[in-house]
């Protein structure tokens, strides 16, 4: 019989692009077929919370969310929400009512001392579990909490011992609500306080997400020693500073993570929670859509019907090209991905989303490599004079080439977002391919 993990769960962050609830559905399918048994659903504000008033930006109705729910019952798929109860609030702290909650003004992380947040927090909790009946399981978050300790009430304590204090009541309450509390580990992990972890309430579990490599890493094992039980979480869709001028990260990194935690997970006898993320933080640009991860989707779901997919060669090779960064070899791969054989009409929509990401990144290194020409000749005529025919020929004529590929990479990923029911296509078109186009605009000089 083939080892699996004890829990096998996806999370999915909806901060950024997300699908309608009909598109949301049929994903649901594909997961469900993919291996997972759980979901982790972090919602941000994309439900309109009645703990928090006038928080929501759109995404779905309650009606629409409860609709999700069920579909998720059906299905078989556990149901695990995840809220943020100390940092990573940056949608929550925007907002002028909720300023005053910040810990020494930051936008991200709440004062755990602040005598409203402890109450409100619980009053929450109360709220997602009335929403979601039956759960066992609910994800407090609490991680990179980076700014903890720096108000004046706070450096008067322990900066850890204050974190510790904070969750583990608010563990406690979840516990009362009959829900078993989940943590992000890395502030245990980061601080070196992992003699605190013993002293969160009994049933809470850490857990200890690494994206990068594959396990064990040293805290894996360090946290396995502090007797509480312990979840993995890998890397399916990650980004960080690269997504501000790309759309998409090379797939092999990402397959062996979750690859890699899978089989960790299963030889140990716990879980793995597959995260997803679609933006750096609240406040940070969208990344692309879900179907960027479909490799590390199927290899998260069974890591054996990822090795016998006939995609898995090709992505090895894309992934080494992505990596390399060189124009002929992206617009190569981006004219093959189409004939890809699909199996199912997501597998069309997959090829579709990879030709545009390995298109843009191929645009985008041919506007990098024209800029940095065009930079270079201009200074070298502050020296030796120049000859305006050959500085249109190649300084300037390239980019005009460059814009009829931004318009029309533009309309065809509008035309993929709507297709598939994405949100937020303004701002991902505004953030990324427009950015770019005004930056290629900015180079043909007048004149010349």
Same mark, same amino acid.
């Given at each position: 019989?083939?080892?699996?993990?004890?829990?096998?769960?996806?999370?999915?962050?909806?901060?950024?692009?997300?699908?309608?609830?009909?598109?949301?559905?049929?994903?649901?399918?594909?997961?469900?077929?993919?291996?997972?048994?759980? /979901?982790?659903?972090?919602?941000?504000?994309?439900?309109?919370?009645?703990?928090?008033?006038?928080?929501?930006?759109?995404?779905?109705?309650?009606?629409?969310?409860?609709?999700?729910?069920?579909? $998720?019952?059906?299905?078989?798929?556990?149901?695990?929400?995840?809220?943020?109860?100390?940092?990573?609030?940056?949608?929550?702290?925007?907002?002028?009512?909720?300023?005053?909650?910040?810990?020494?003004?930051?936008?991200?992380?709440? $004062?755990?001392?602040? !005598?409203?947040?402890?109450?409100?927090?619980?009053?929450?909790?109360?709220?997602?579990?009335?929403?979601?009946?039956?759960?066992?399981?609910?994800?407090?978050?609490?991680?990179?909490?980076?700014?903890?300790?720096?108000?004046?009430?706070?450096?008067?304590?322990?900066?850890?011992? @204050?974190?510790?204090?904070? /969750?583990?009541?608010?563990?406690?309450?979840?516990?009362?609500?009959?829900?078993?509390?989940?943590? &992000?580990?890395?502030?245990?992990?980061?601080?070196?306080?992992?003699?605190?972890?013993?002293?969160? !309430?009994?049933?809470?579990?850490?857990?200890?997400?690494? *994206?990068?490599?594959?396990?064990?890493?040293?805290?894996?094992?360090?946290?396995?020693? $502090?007797?509480?039980?312990?979840?993995? %979480?890998?890397?399916?869709?990650?980004?960080?500073?690269?997504?501000?001028?790309?759309?998409?990260?090379?797939?092999?990194?990402?397959?062996?993570?979750?690859?890699?935690?899978?089989?960790?997970? %299963?030889?140990?006898?716990?879980?793995?929670?597959?995260?997803?993320?679609?933006?750096?933080?609240?406040?940070?640009?969208?990344?692309?859509?879900?179907?960027?991860? *479909?490799? %590390?989707?199927? +290899?998260?779901?069974?890591?054996?019907? &990822?090795?016998?997919?006939?995609?898995?060669?090709?992505?090895?090779?894309?992934?080494?090209?992505?990596?390399?960064?060189?124009?002929?070899?992206?617009?190569? +791969?981006?004219?093959?991905?189409?004939?890809?054989?699909?199996?199912?009409?997501?597998?069309?929509?997959?090829?579709?989303?990879?030709?545009?990401? /390995?298109?843009?990144? %191929?645009?985008?290194?041919?506007?990098?490599?024209?800029?940095?020409?065009?930079?270079? @000749?201009?200074?070298?005529?502050?020296? /030796?004079?120049?000859?305006?025919?050959?500085?249109?020929?190649? $300084?300037?004529?390239?980019?005009?080439?460059?814009?009829?590929?931004?318009?029309?990479?533009?309309?065809?990923?509008?035309?993929?977002?709507?297709?598939?029911?994405?949100?937020?296509?303004?701002?991902?078109? +505004?953030?990324?391919?427009?950015?770019?186009?005004?930056?290629?605009?900015?180079?043909?000089?007048?004149?010349?």
């Amino acid at each position: 019989m083939k080892l699996r993990p004890k829990n096998n769960w996806l999370h999915l962050d909806l901060k950024g692009a997300i699908p309608n609830p009909e598109k949301m559905r049929e994903l649901l399918h594909f997961w469900k077929e993919c291996g997972y048994d759980g /979901v982790v659903l972090e919602y941000d504000d994309r439900i309109p919370w009645k703990t928090w008033p006038g928080t929501w930006r759109g995404g779905y109705t309650l009606e629409e969310q409860q609709d999700l729910v069920r579909t $998720c019952a059906d299905l078989g798929l556990e149901v695990i929400p995840l809220i943020q109860v100390i940092g990573h609030l940056e949608w929550l702290l925007k907002h002028e009512e909720w300023r005053d909650w910040r810990e020494n003004g930051s936008g991200n992380e709440i $004062c755990p001392l602040h !005598p409203e947040a402890l109450p409100r927090l619980k009053q929450w909790i109360d709220e997602v579990v009335e929403l979601h009946p039956g759960i066992r399981f609910l994800h407090l978050g609490a991680d990179e909490t980076w700014n903890l300790g720096t108000c004046g009430k706070c450096r008067k304590h322990d900066p850890m011992k @204050l974190y510790q204090e904070h /969750v583990s009541e608010l563990c406690r309450h979840a516990l009362e609500k009959g829900c078993r509390p989940l943590i &992000w580990a890395d502030m245990f992990w980061n601080e070196k306080r992992l003699d605190l972890v013993p002293q969160l !309430p009994e049933g809470t579990i850490p857990v200890d997400w690494q *994206y990068n490599g594959i396990p064990p890493y040293e805290s894996t094992e360090k946290l396995m020693q $502090c007797g509480r039980e312990i979840m993995g %979480a890998s890397g399916a869709m990650i980004g960080w500073w690269e997504h501000c001028f790309q759309v998409q990260s090379e797939p092999s990194s990402r397959i062996r993570n979750v690859t890699g935690w899978y089989k960790w997970a %299963a030889e140990h006898g716990t879980g793995v929670i597959h995260t997803t993320w679609t933006r750096g933080a609240s406040l940070w640009n969208i990344y692309g859509p879900w179907h960027g991860a *479909y490799p %590390a989707f199927v +290899a998260g779901g069974d890591p054996a019907r &990822w090795e016998s997919h006939p995609w898995r060669t090709f992505m090895e090779e894309l992934s080494d090209i992505m990596l390399r960064n060189q124009v002929p070899e992206l617009q190569k +791969a981006a004219e093959e991905l189409p004939t890809l054989p699909a199996a199912s009409p997501l597998e069309k929509e997959v090829l579709r989303w990879l030709n545009l990401a /390995v298109r843009y990144q %191929a645009l985008q290194q041919e506007f990098l490599i024209h800029r940095a020409t065009r930079r270079t @000749l201009t200074r070298v005529s502050d020296f /030796v004079g120049r000859d305006d025919g050959m500085f249109r020929k190649n $300084c300037v004529e390239p980019f005009r080439t460059l814009l009829p590929k931004a318009d029309e990479w533009e309309k065809e990923a509008r035309s993929f977002w709507q297709d598939n029911g994405l949100s937020d296509a303004e701002e991902f078109m +505004a953030t990324h391919i427009q950015l770019l186009r005004e930056d290629i605009a900015g180079q043909l000089e007048p004149g010349i």
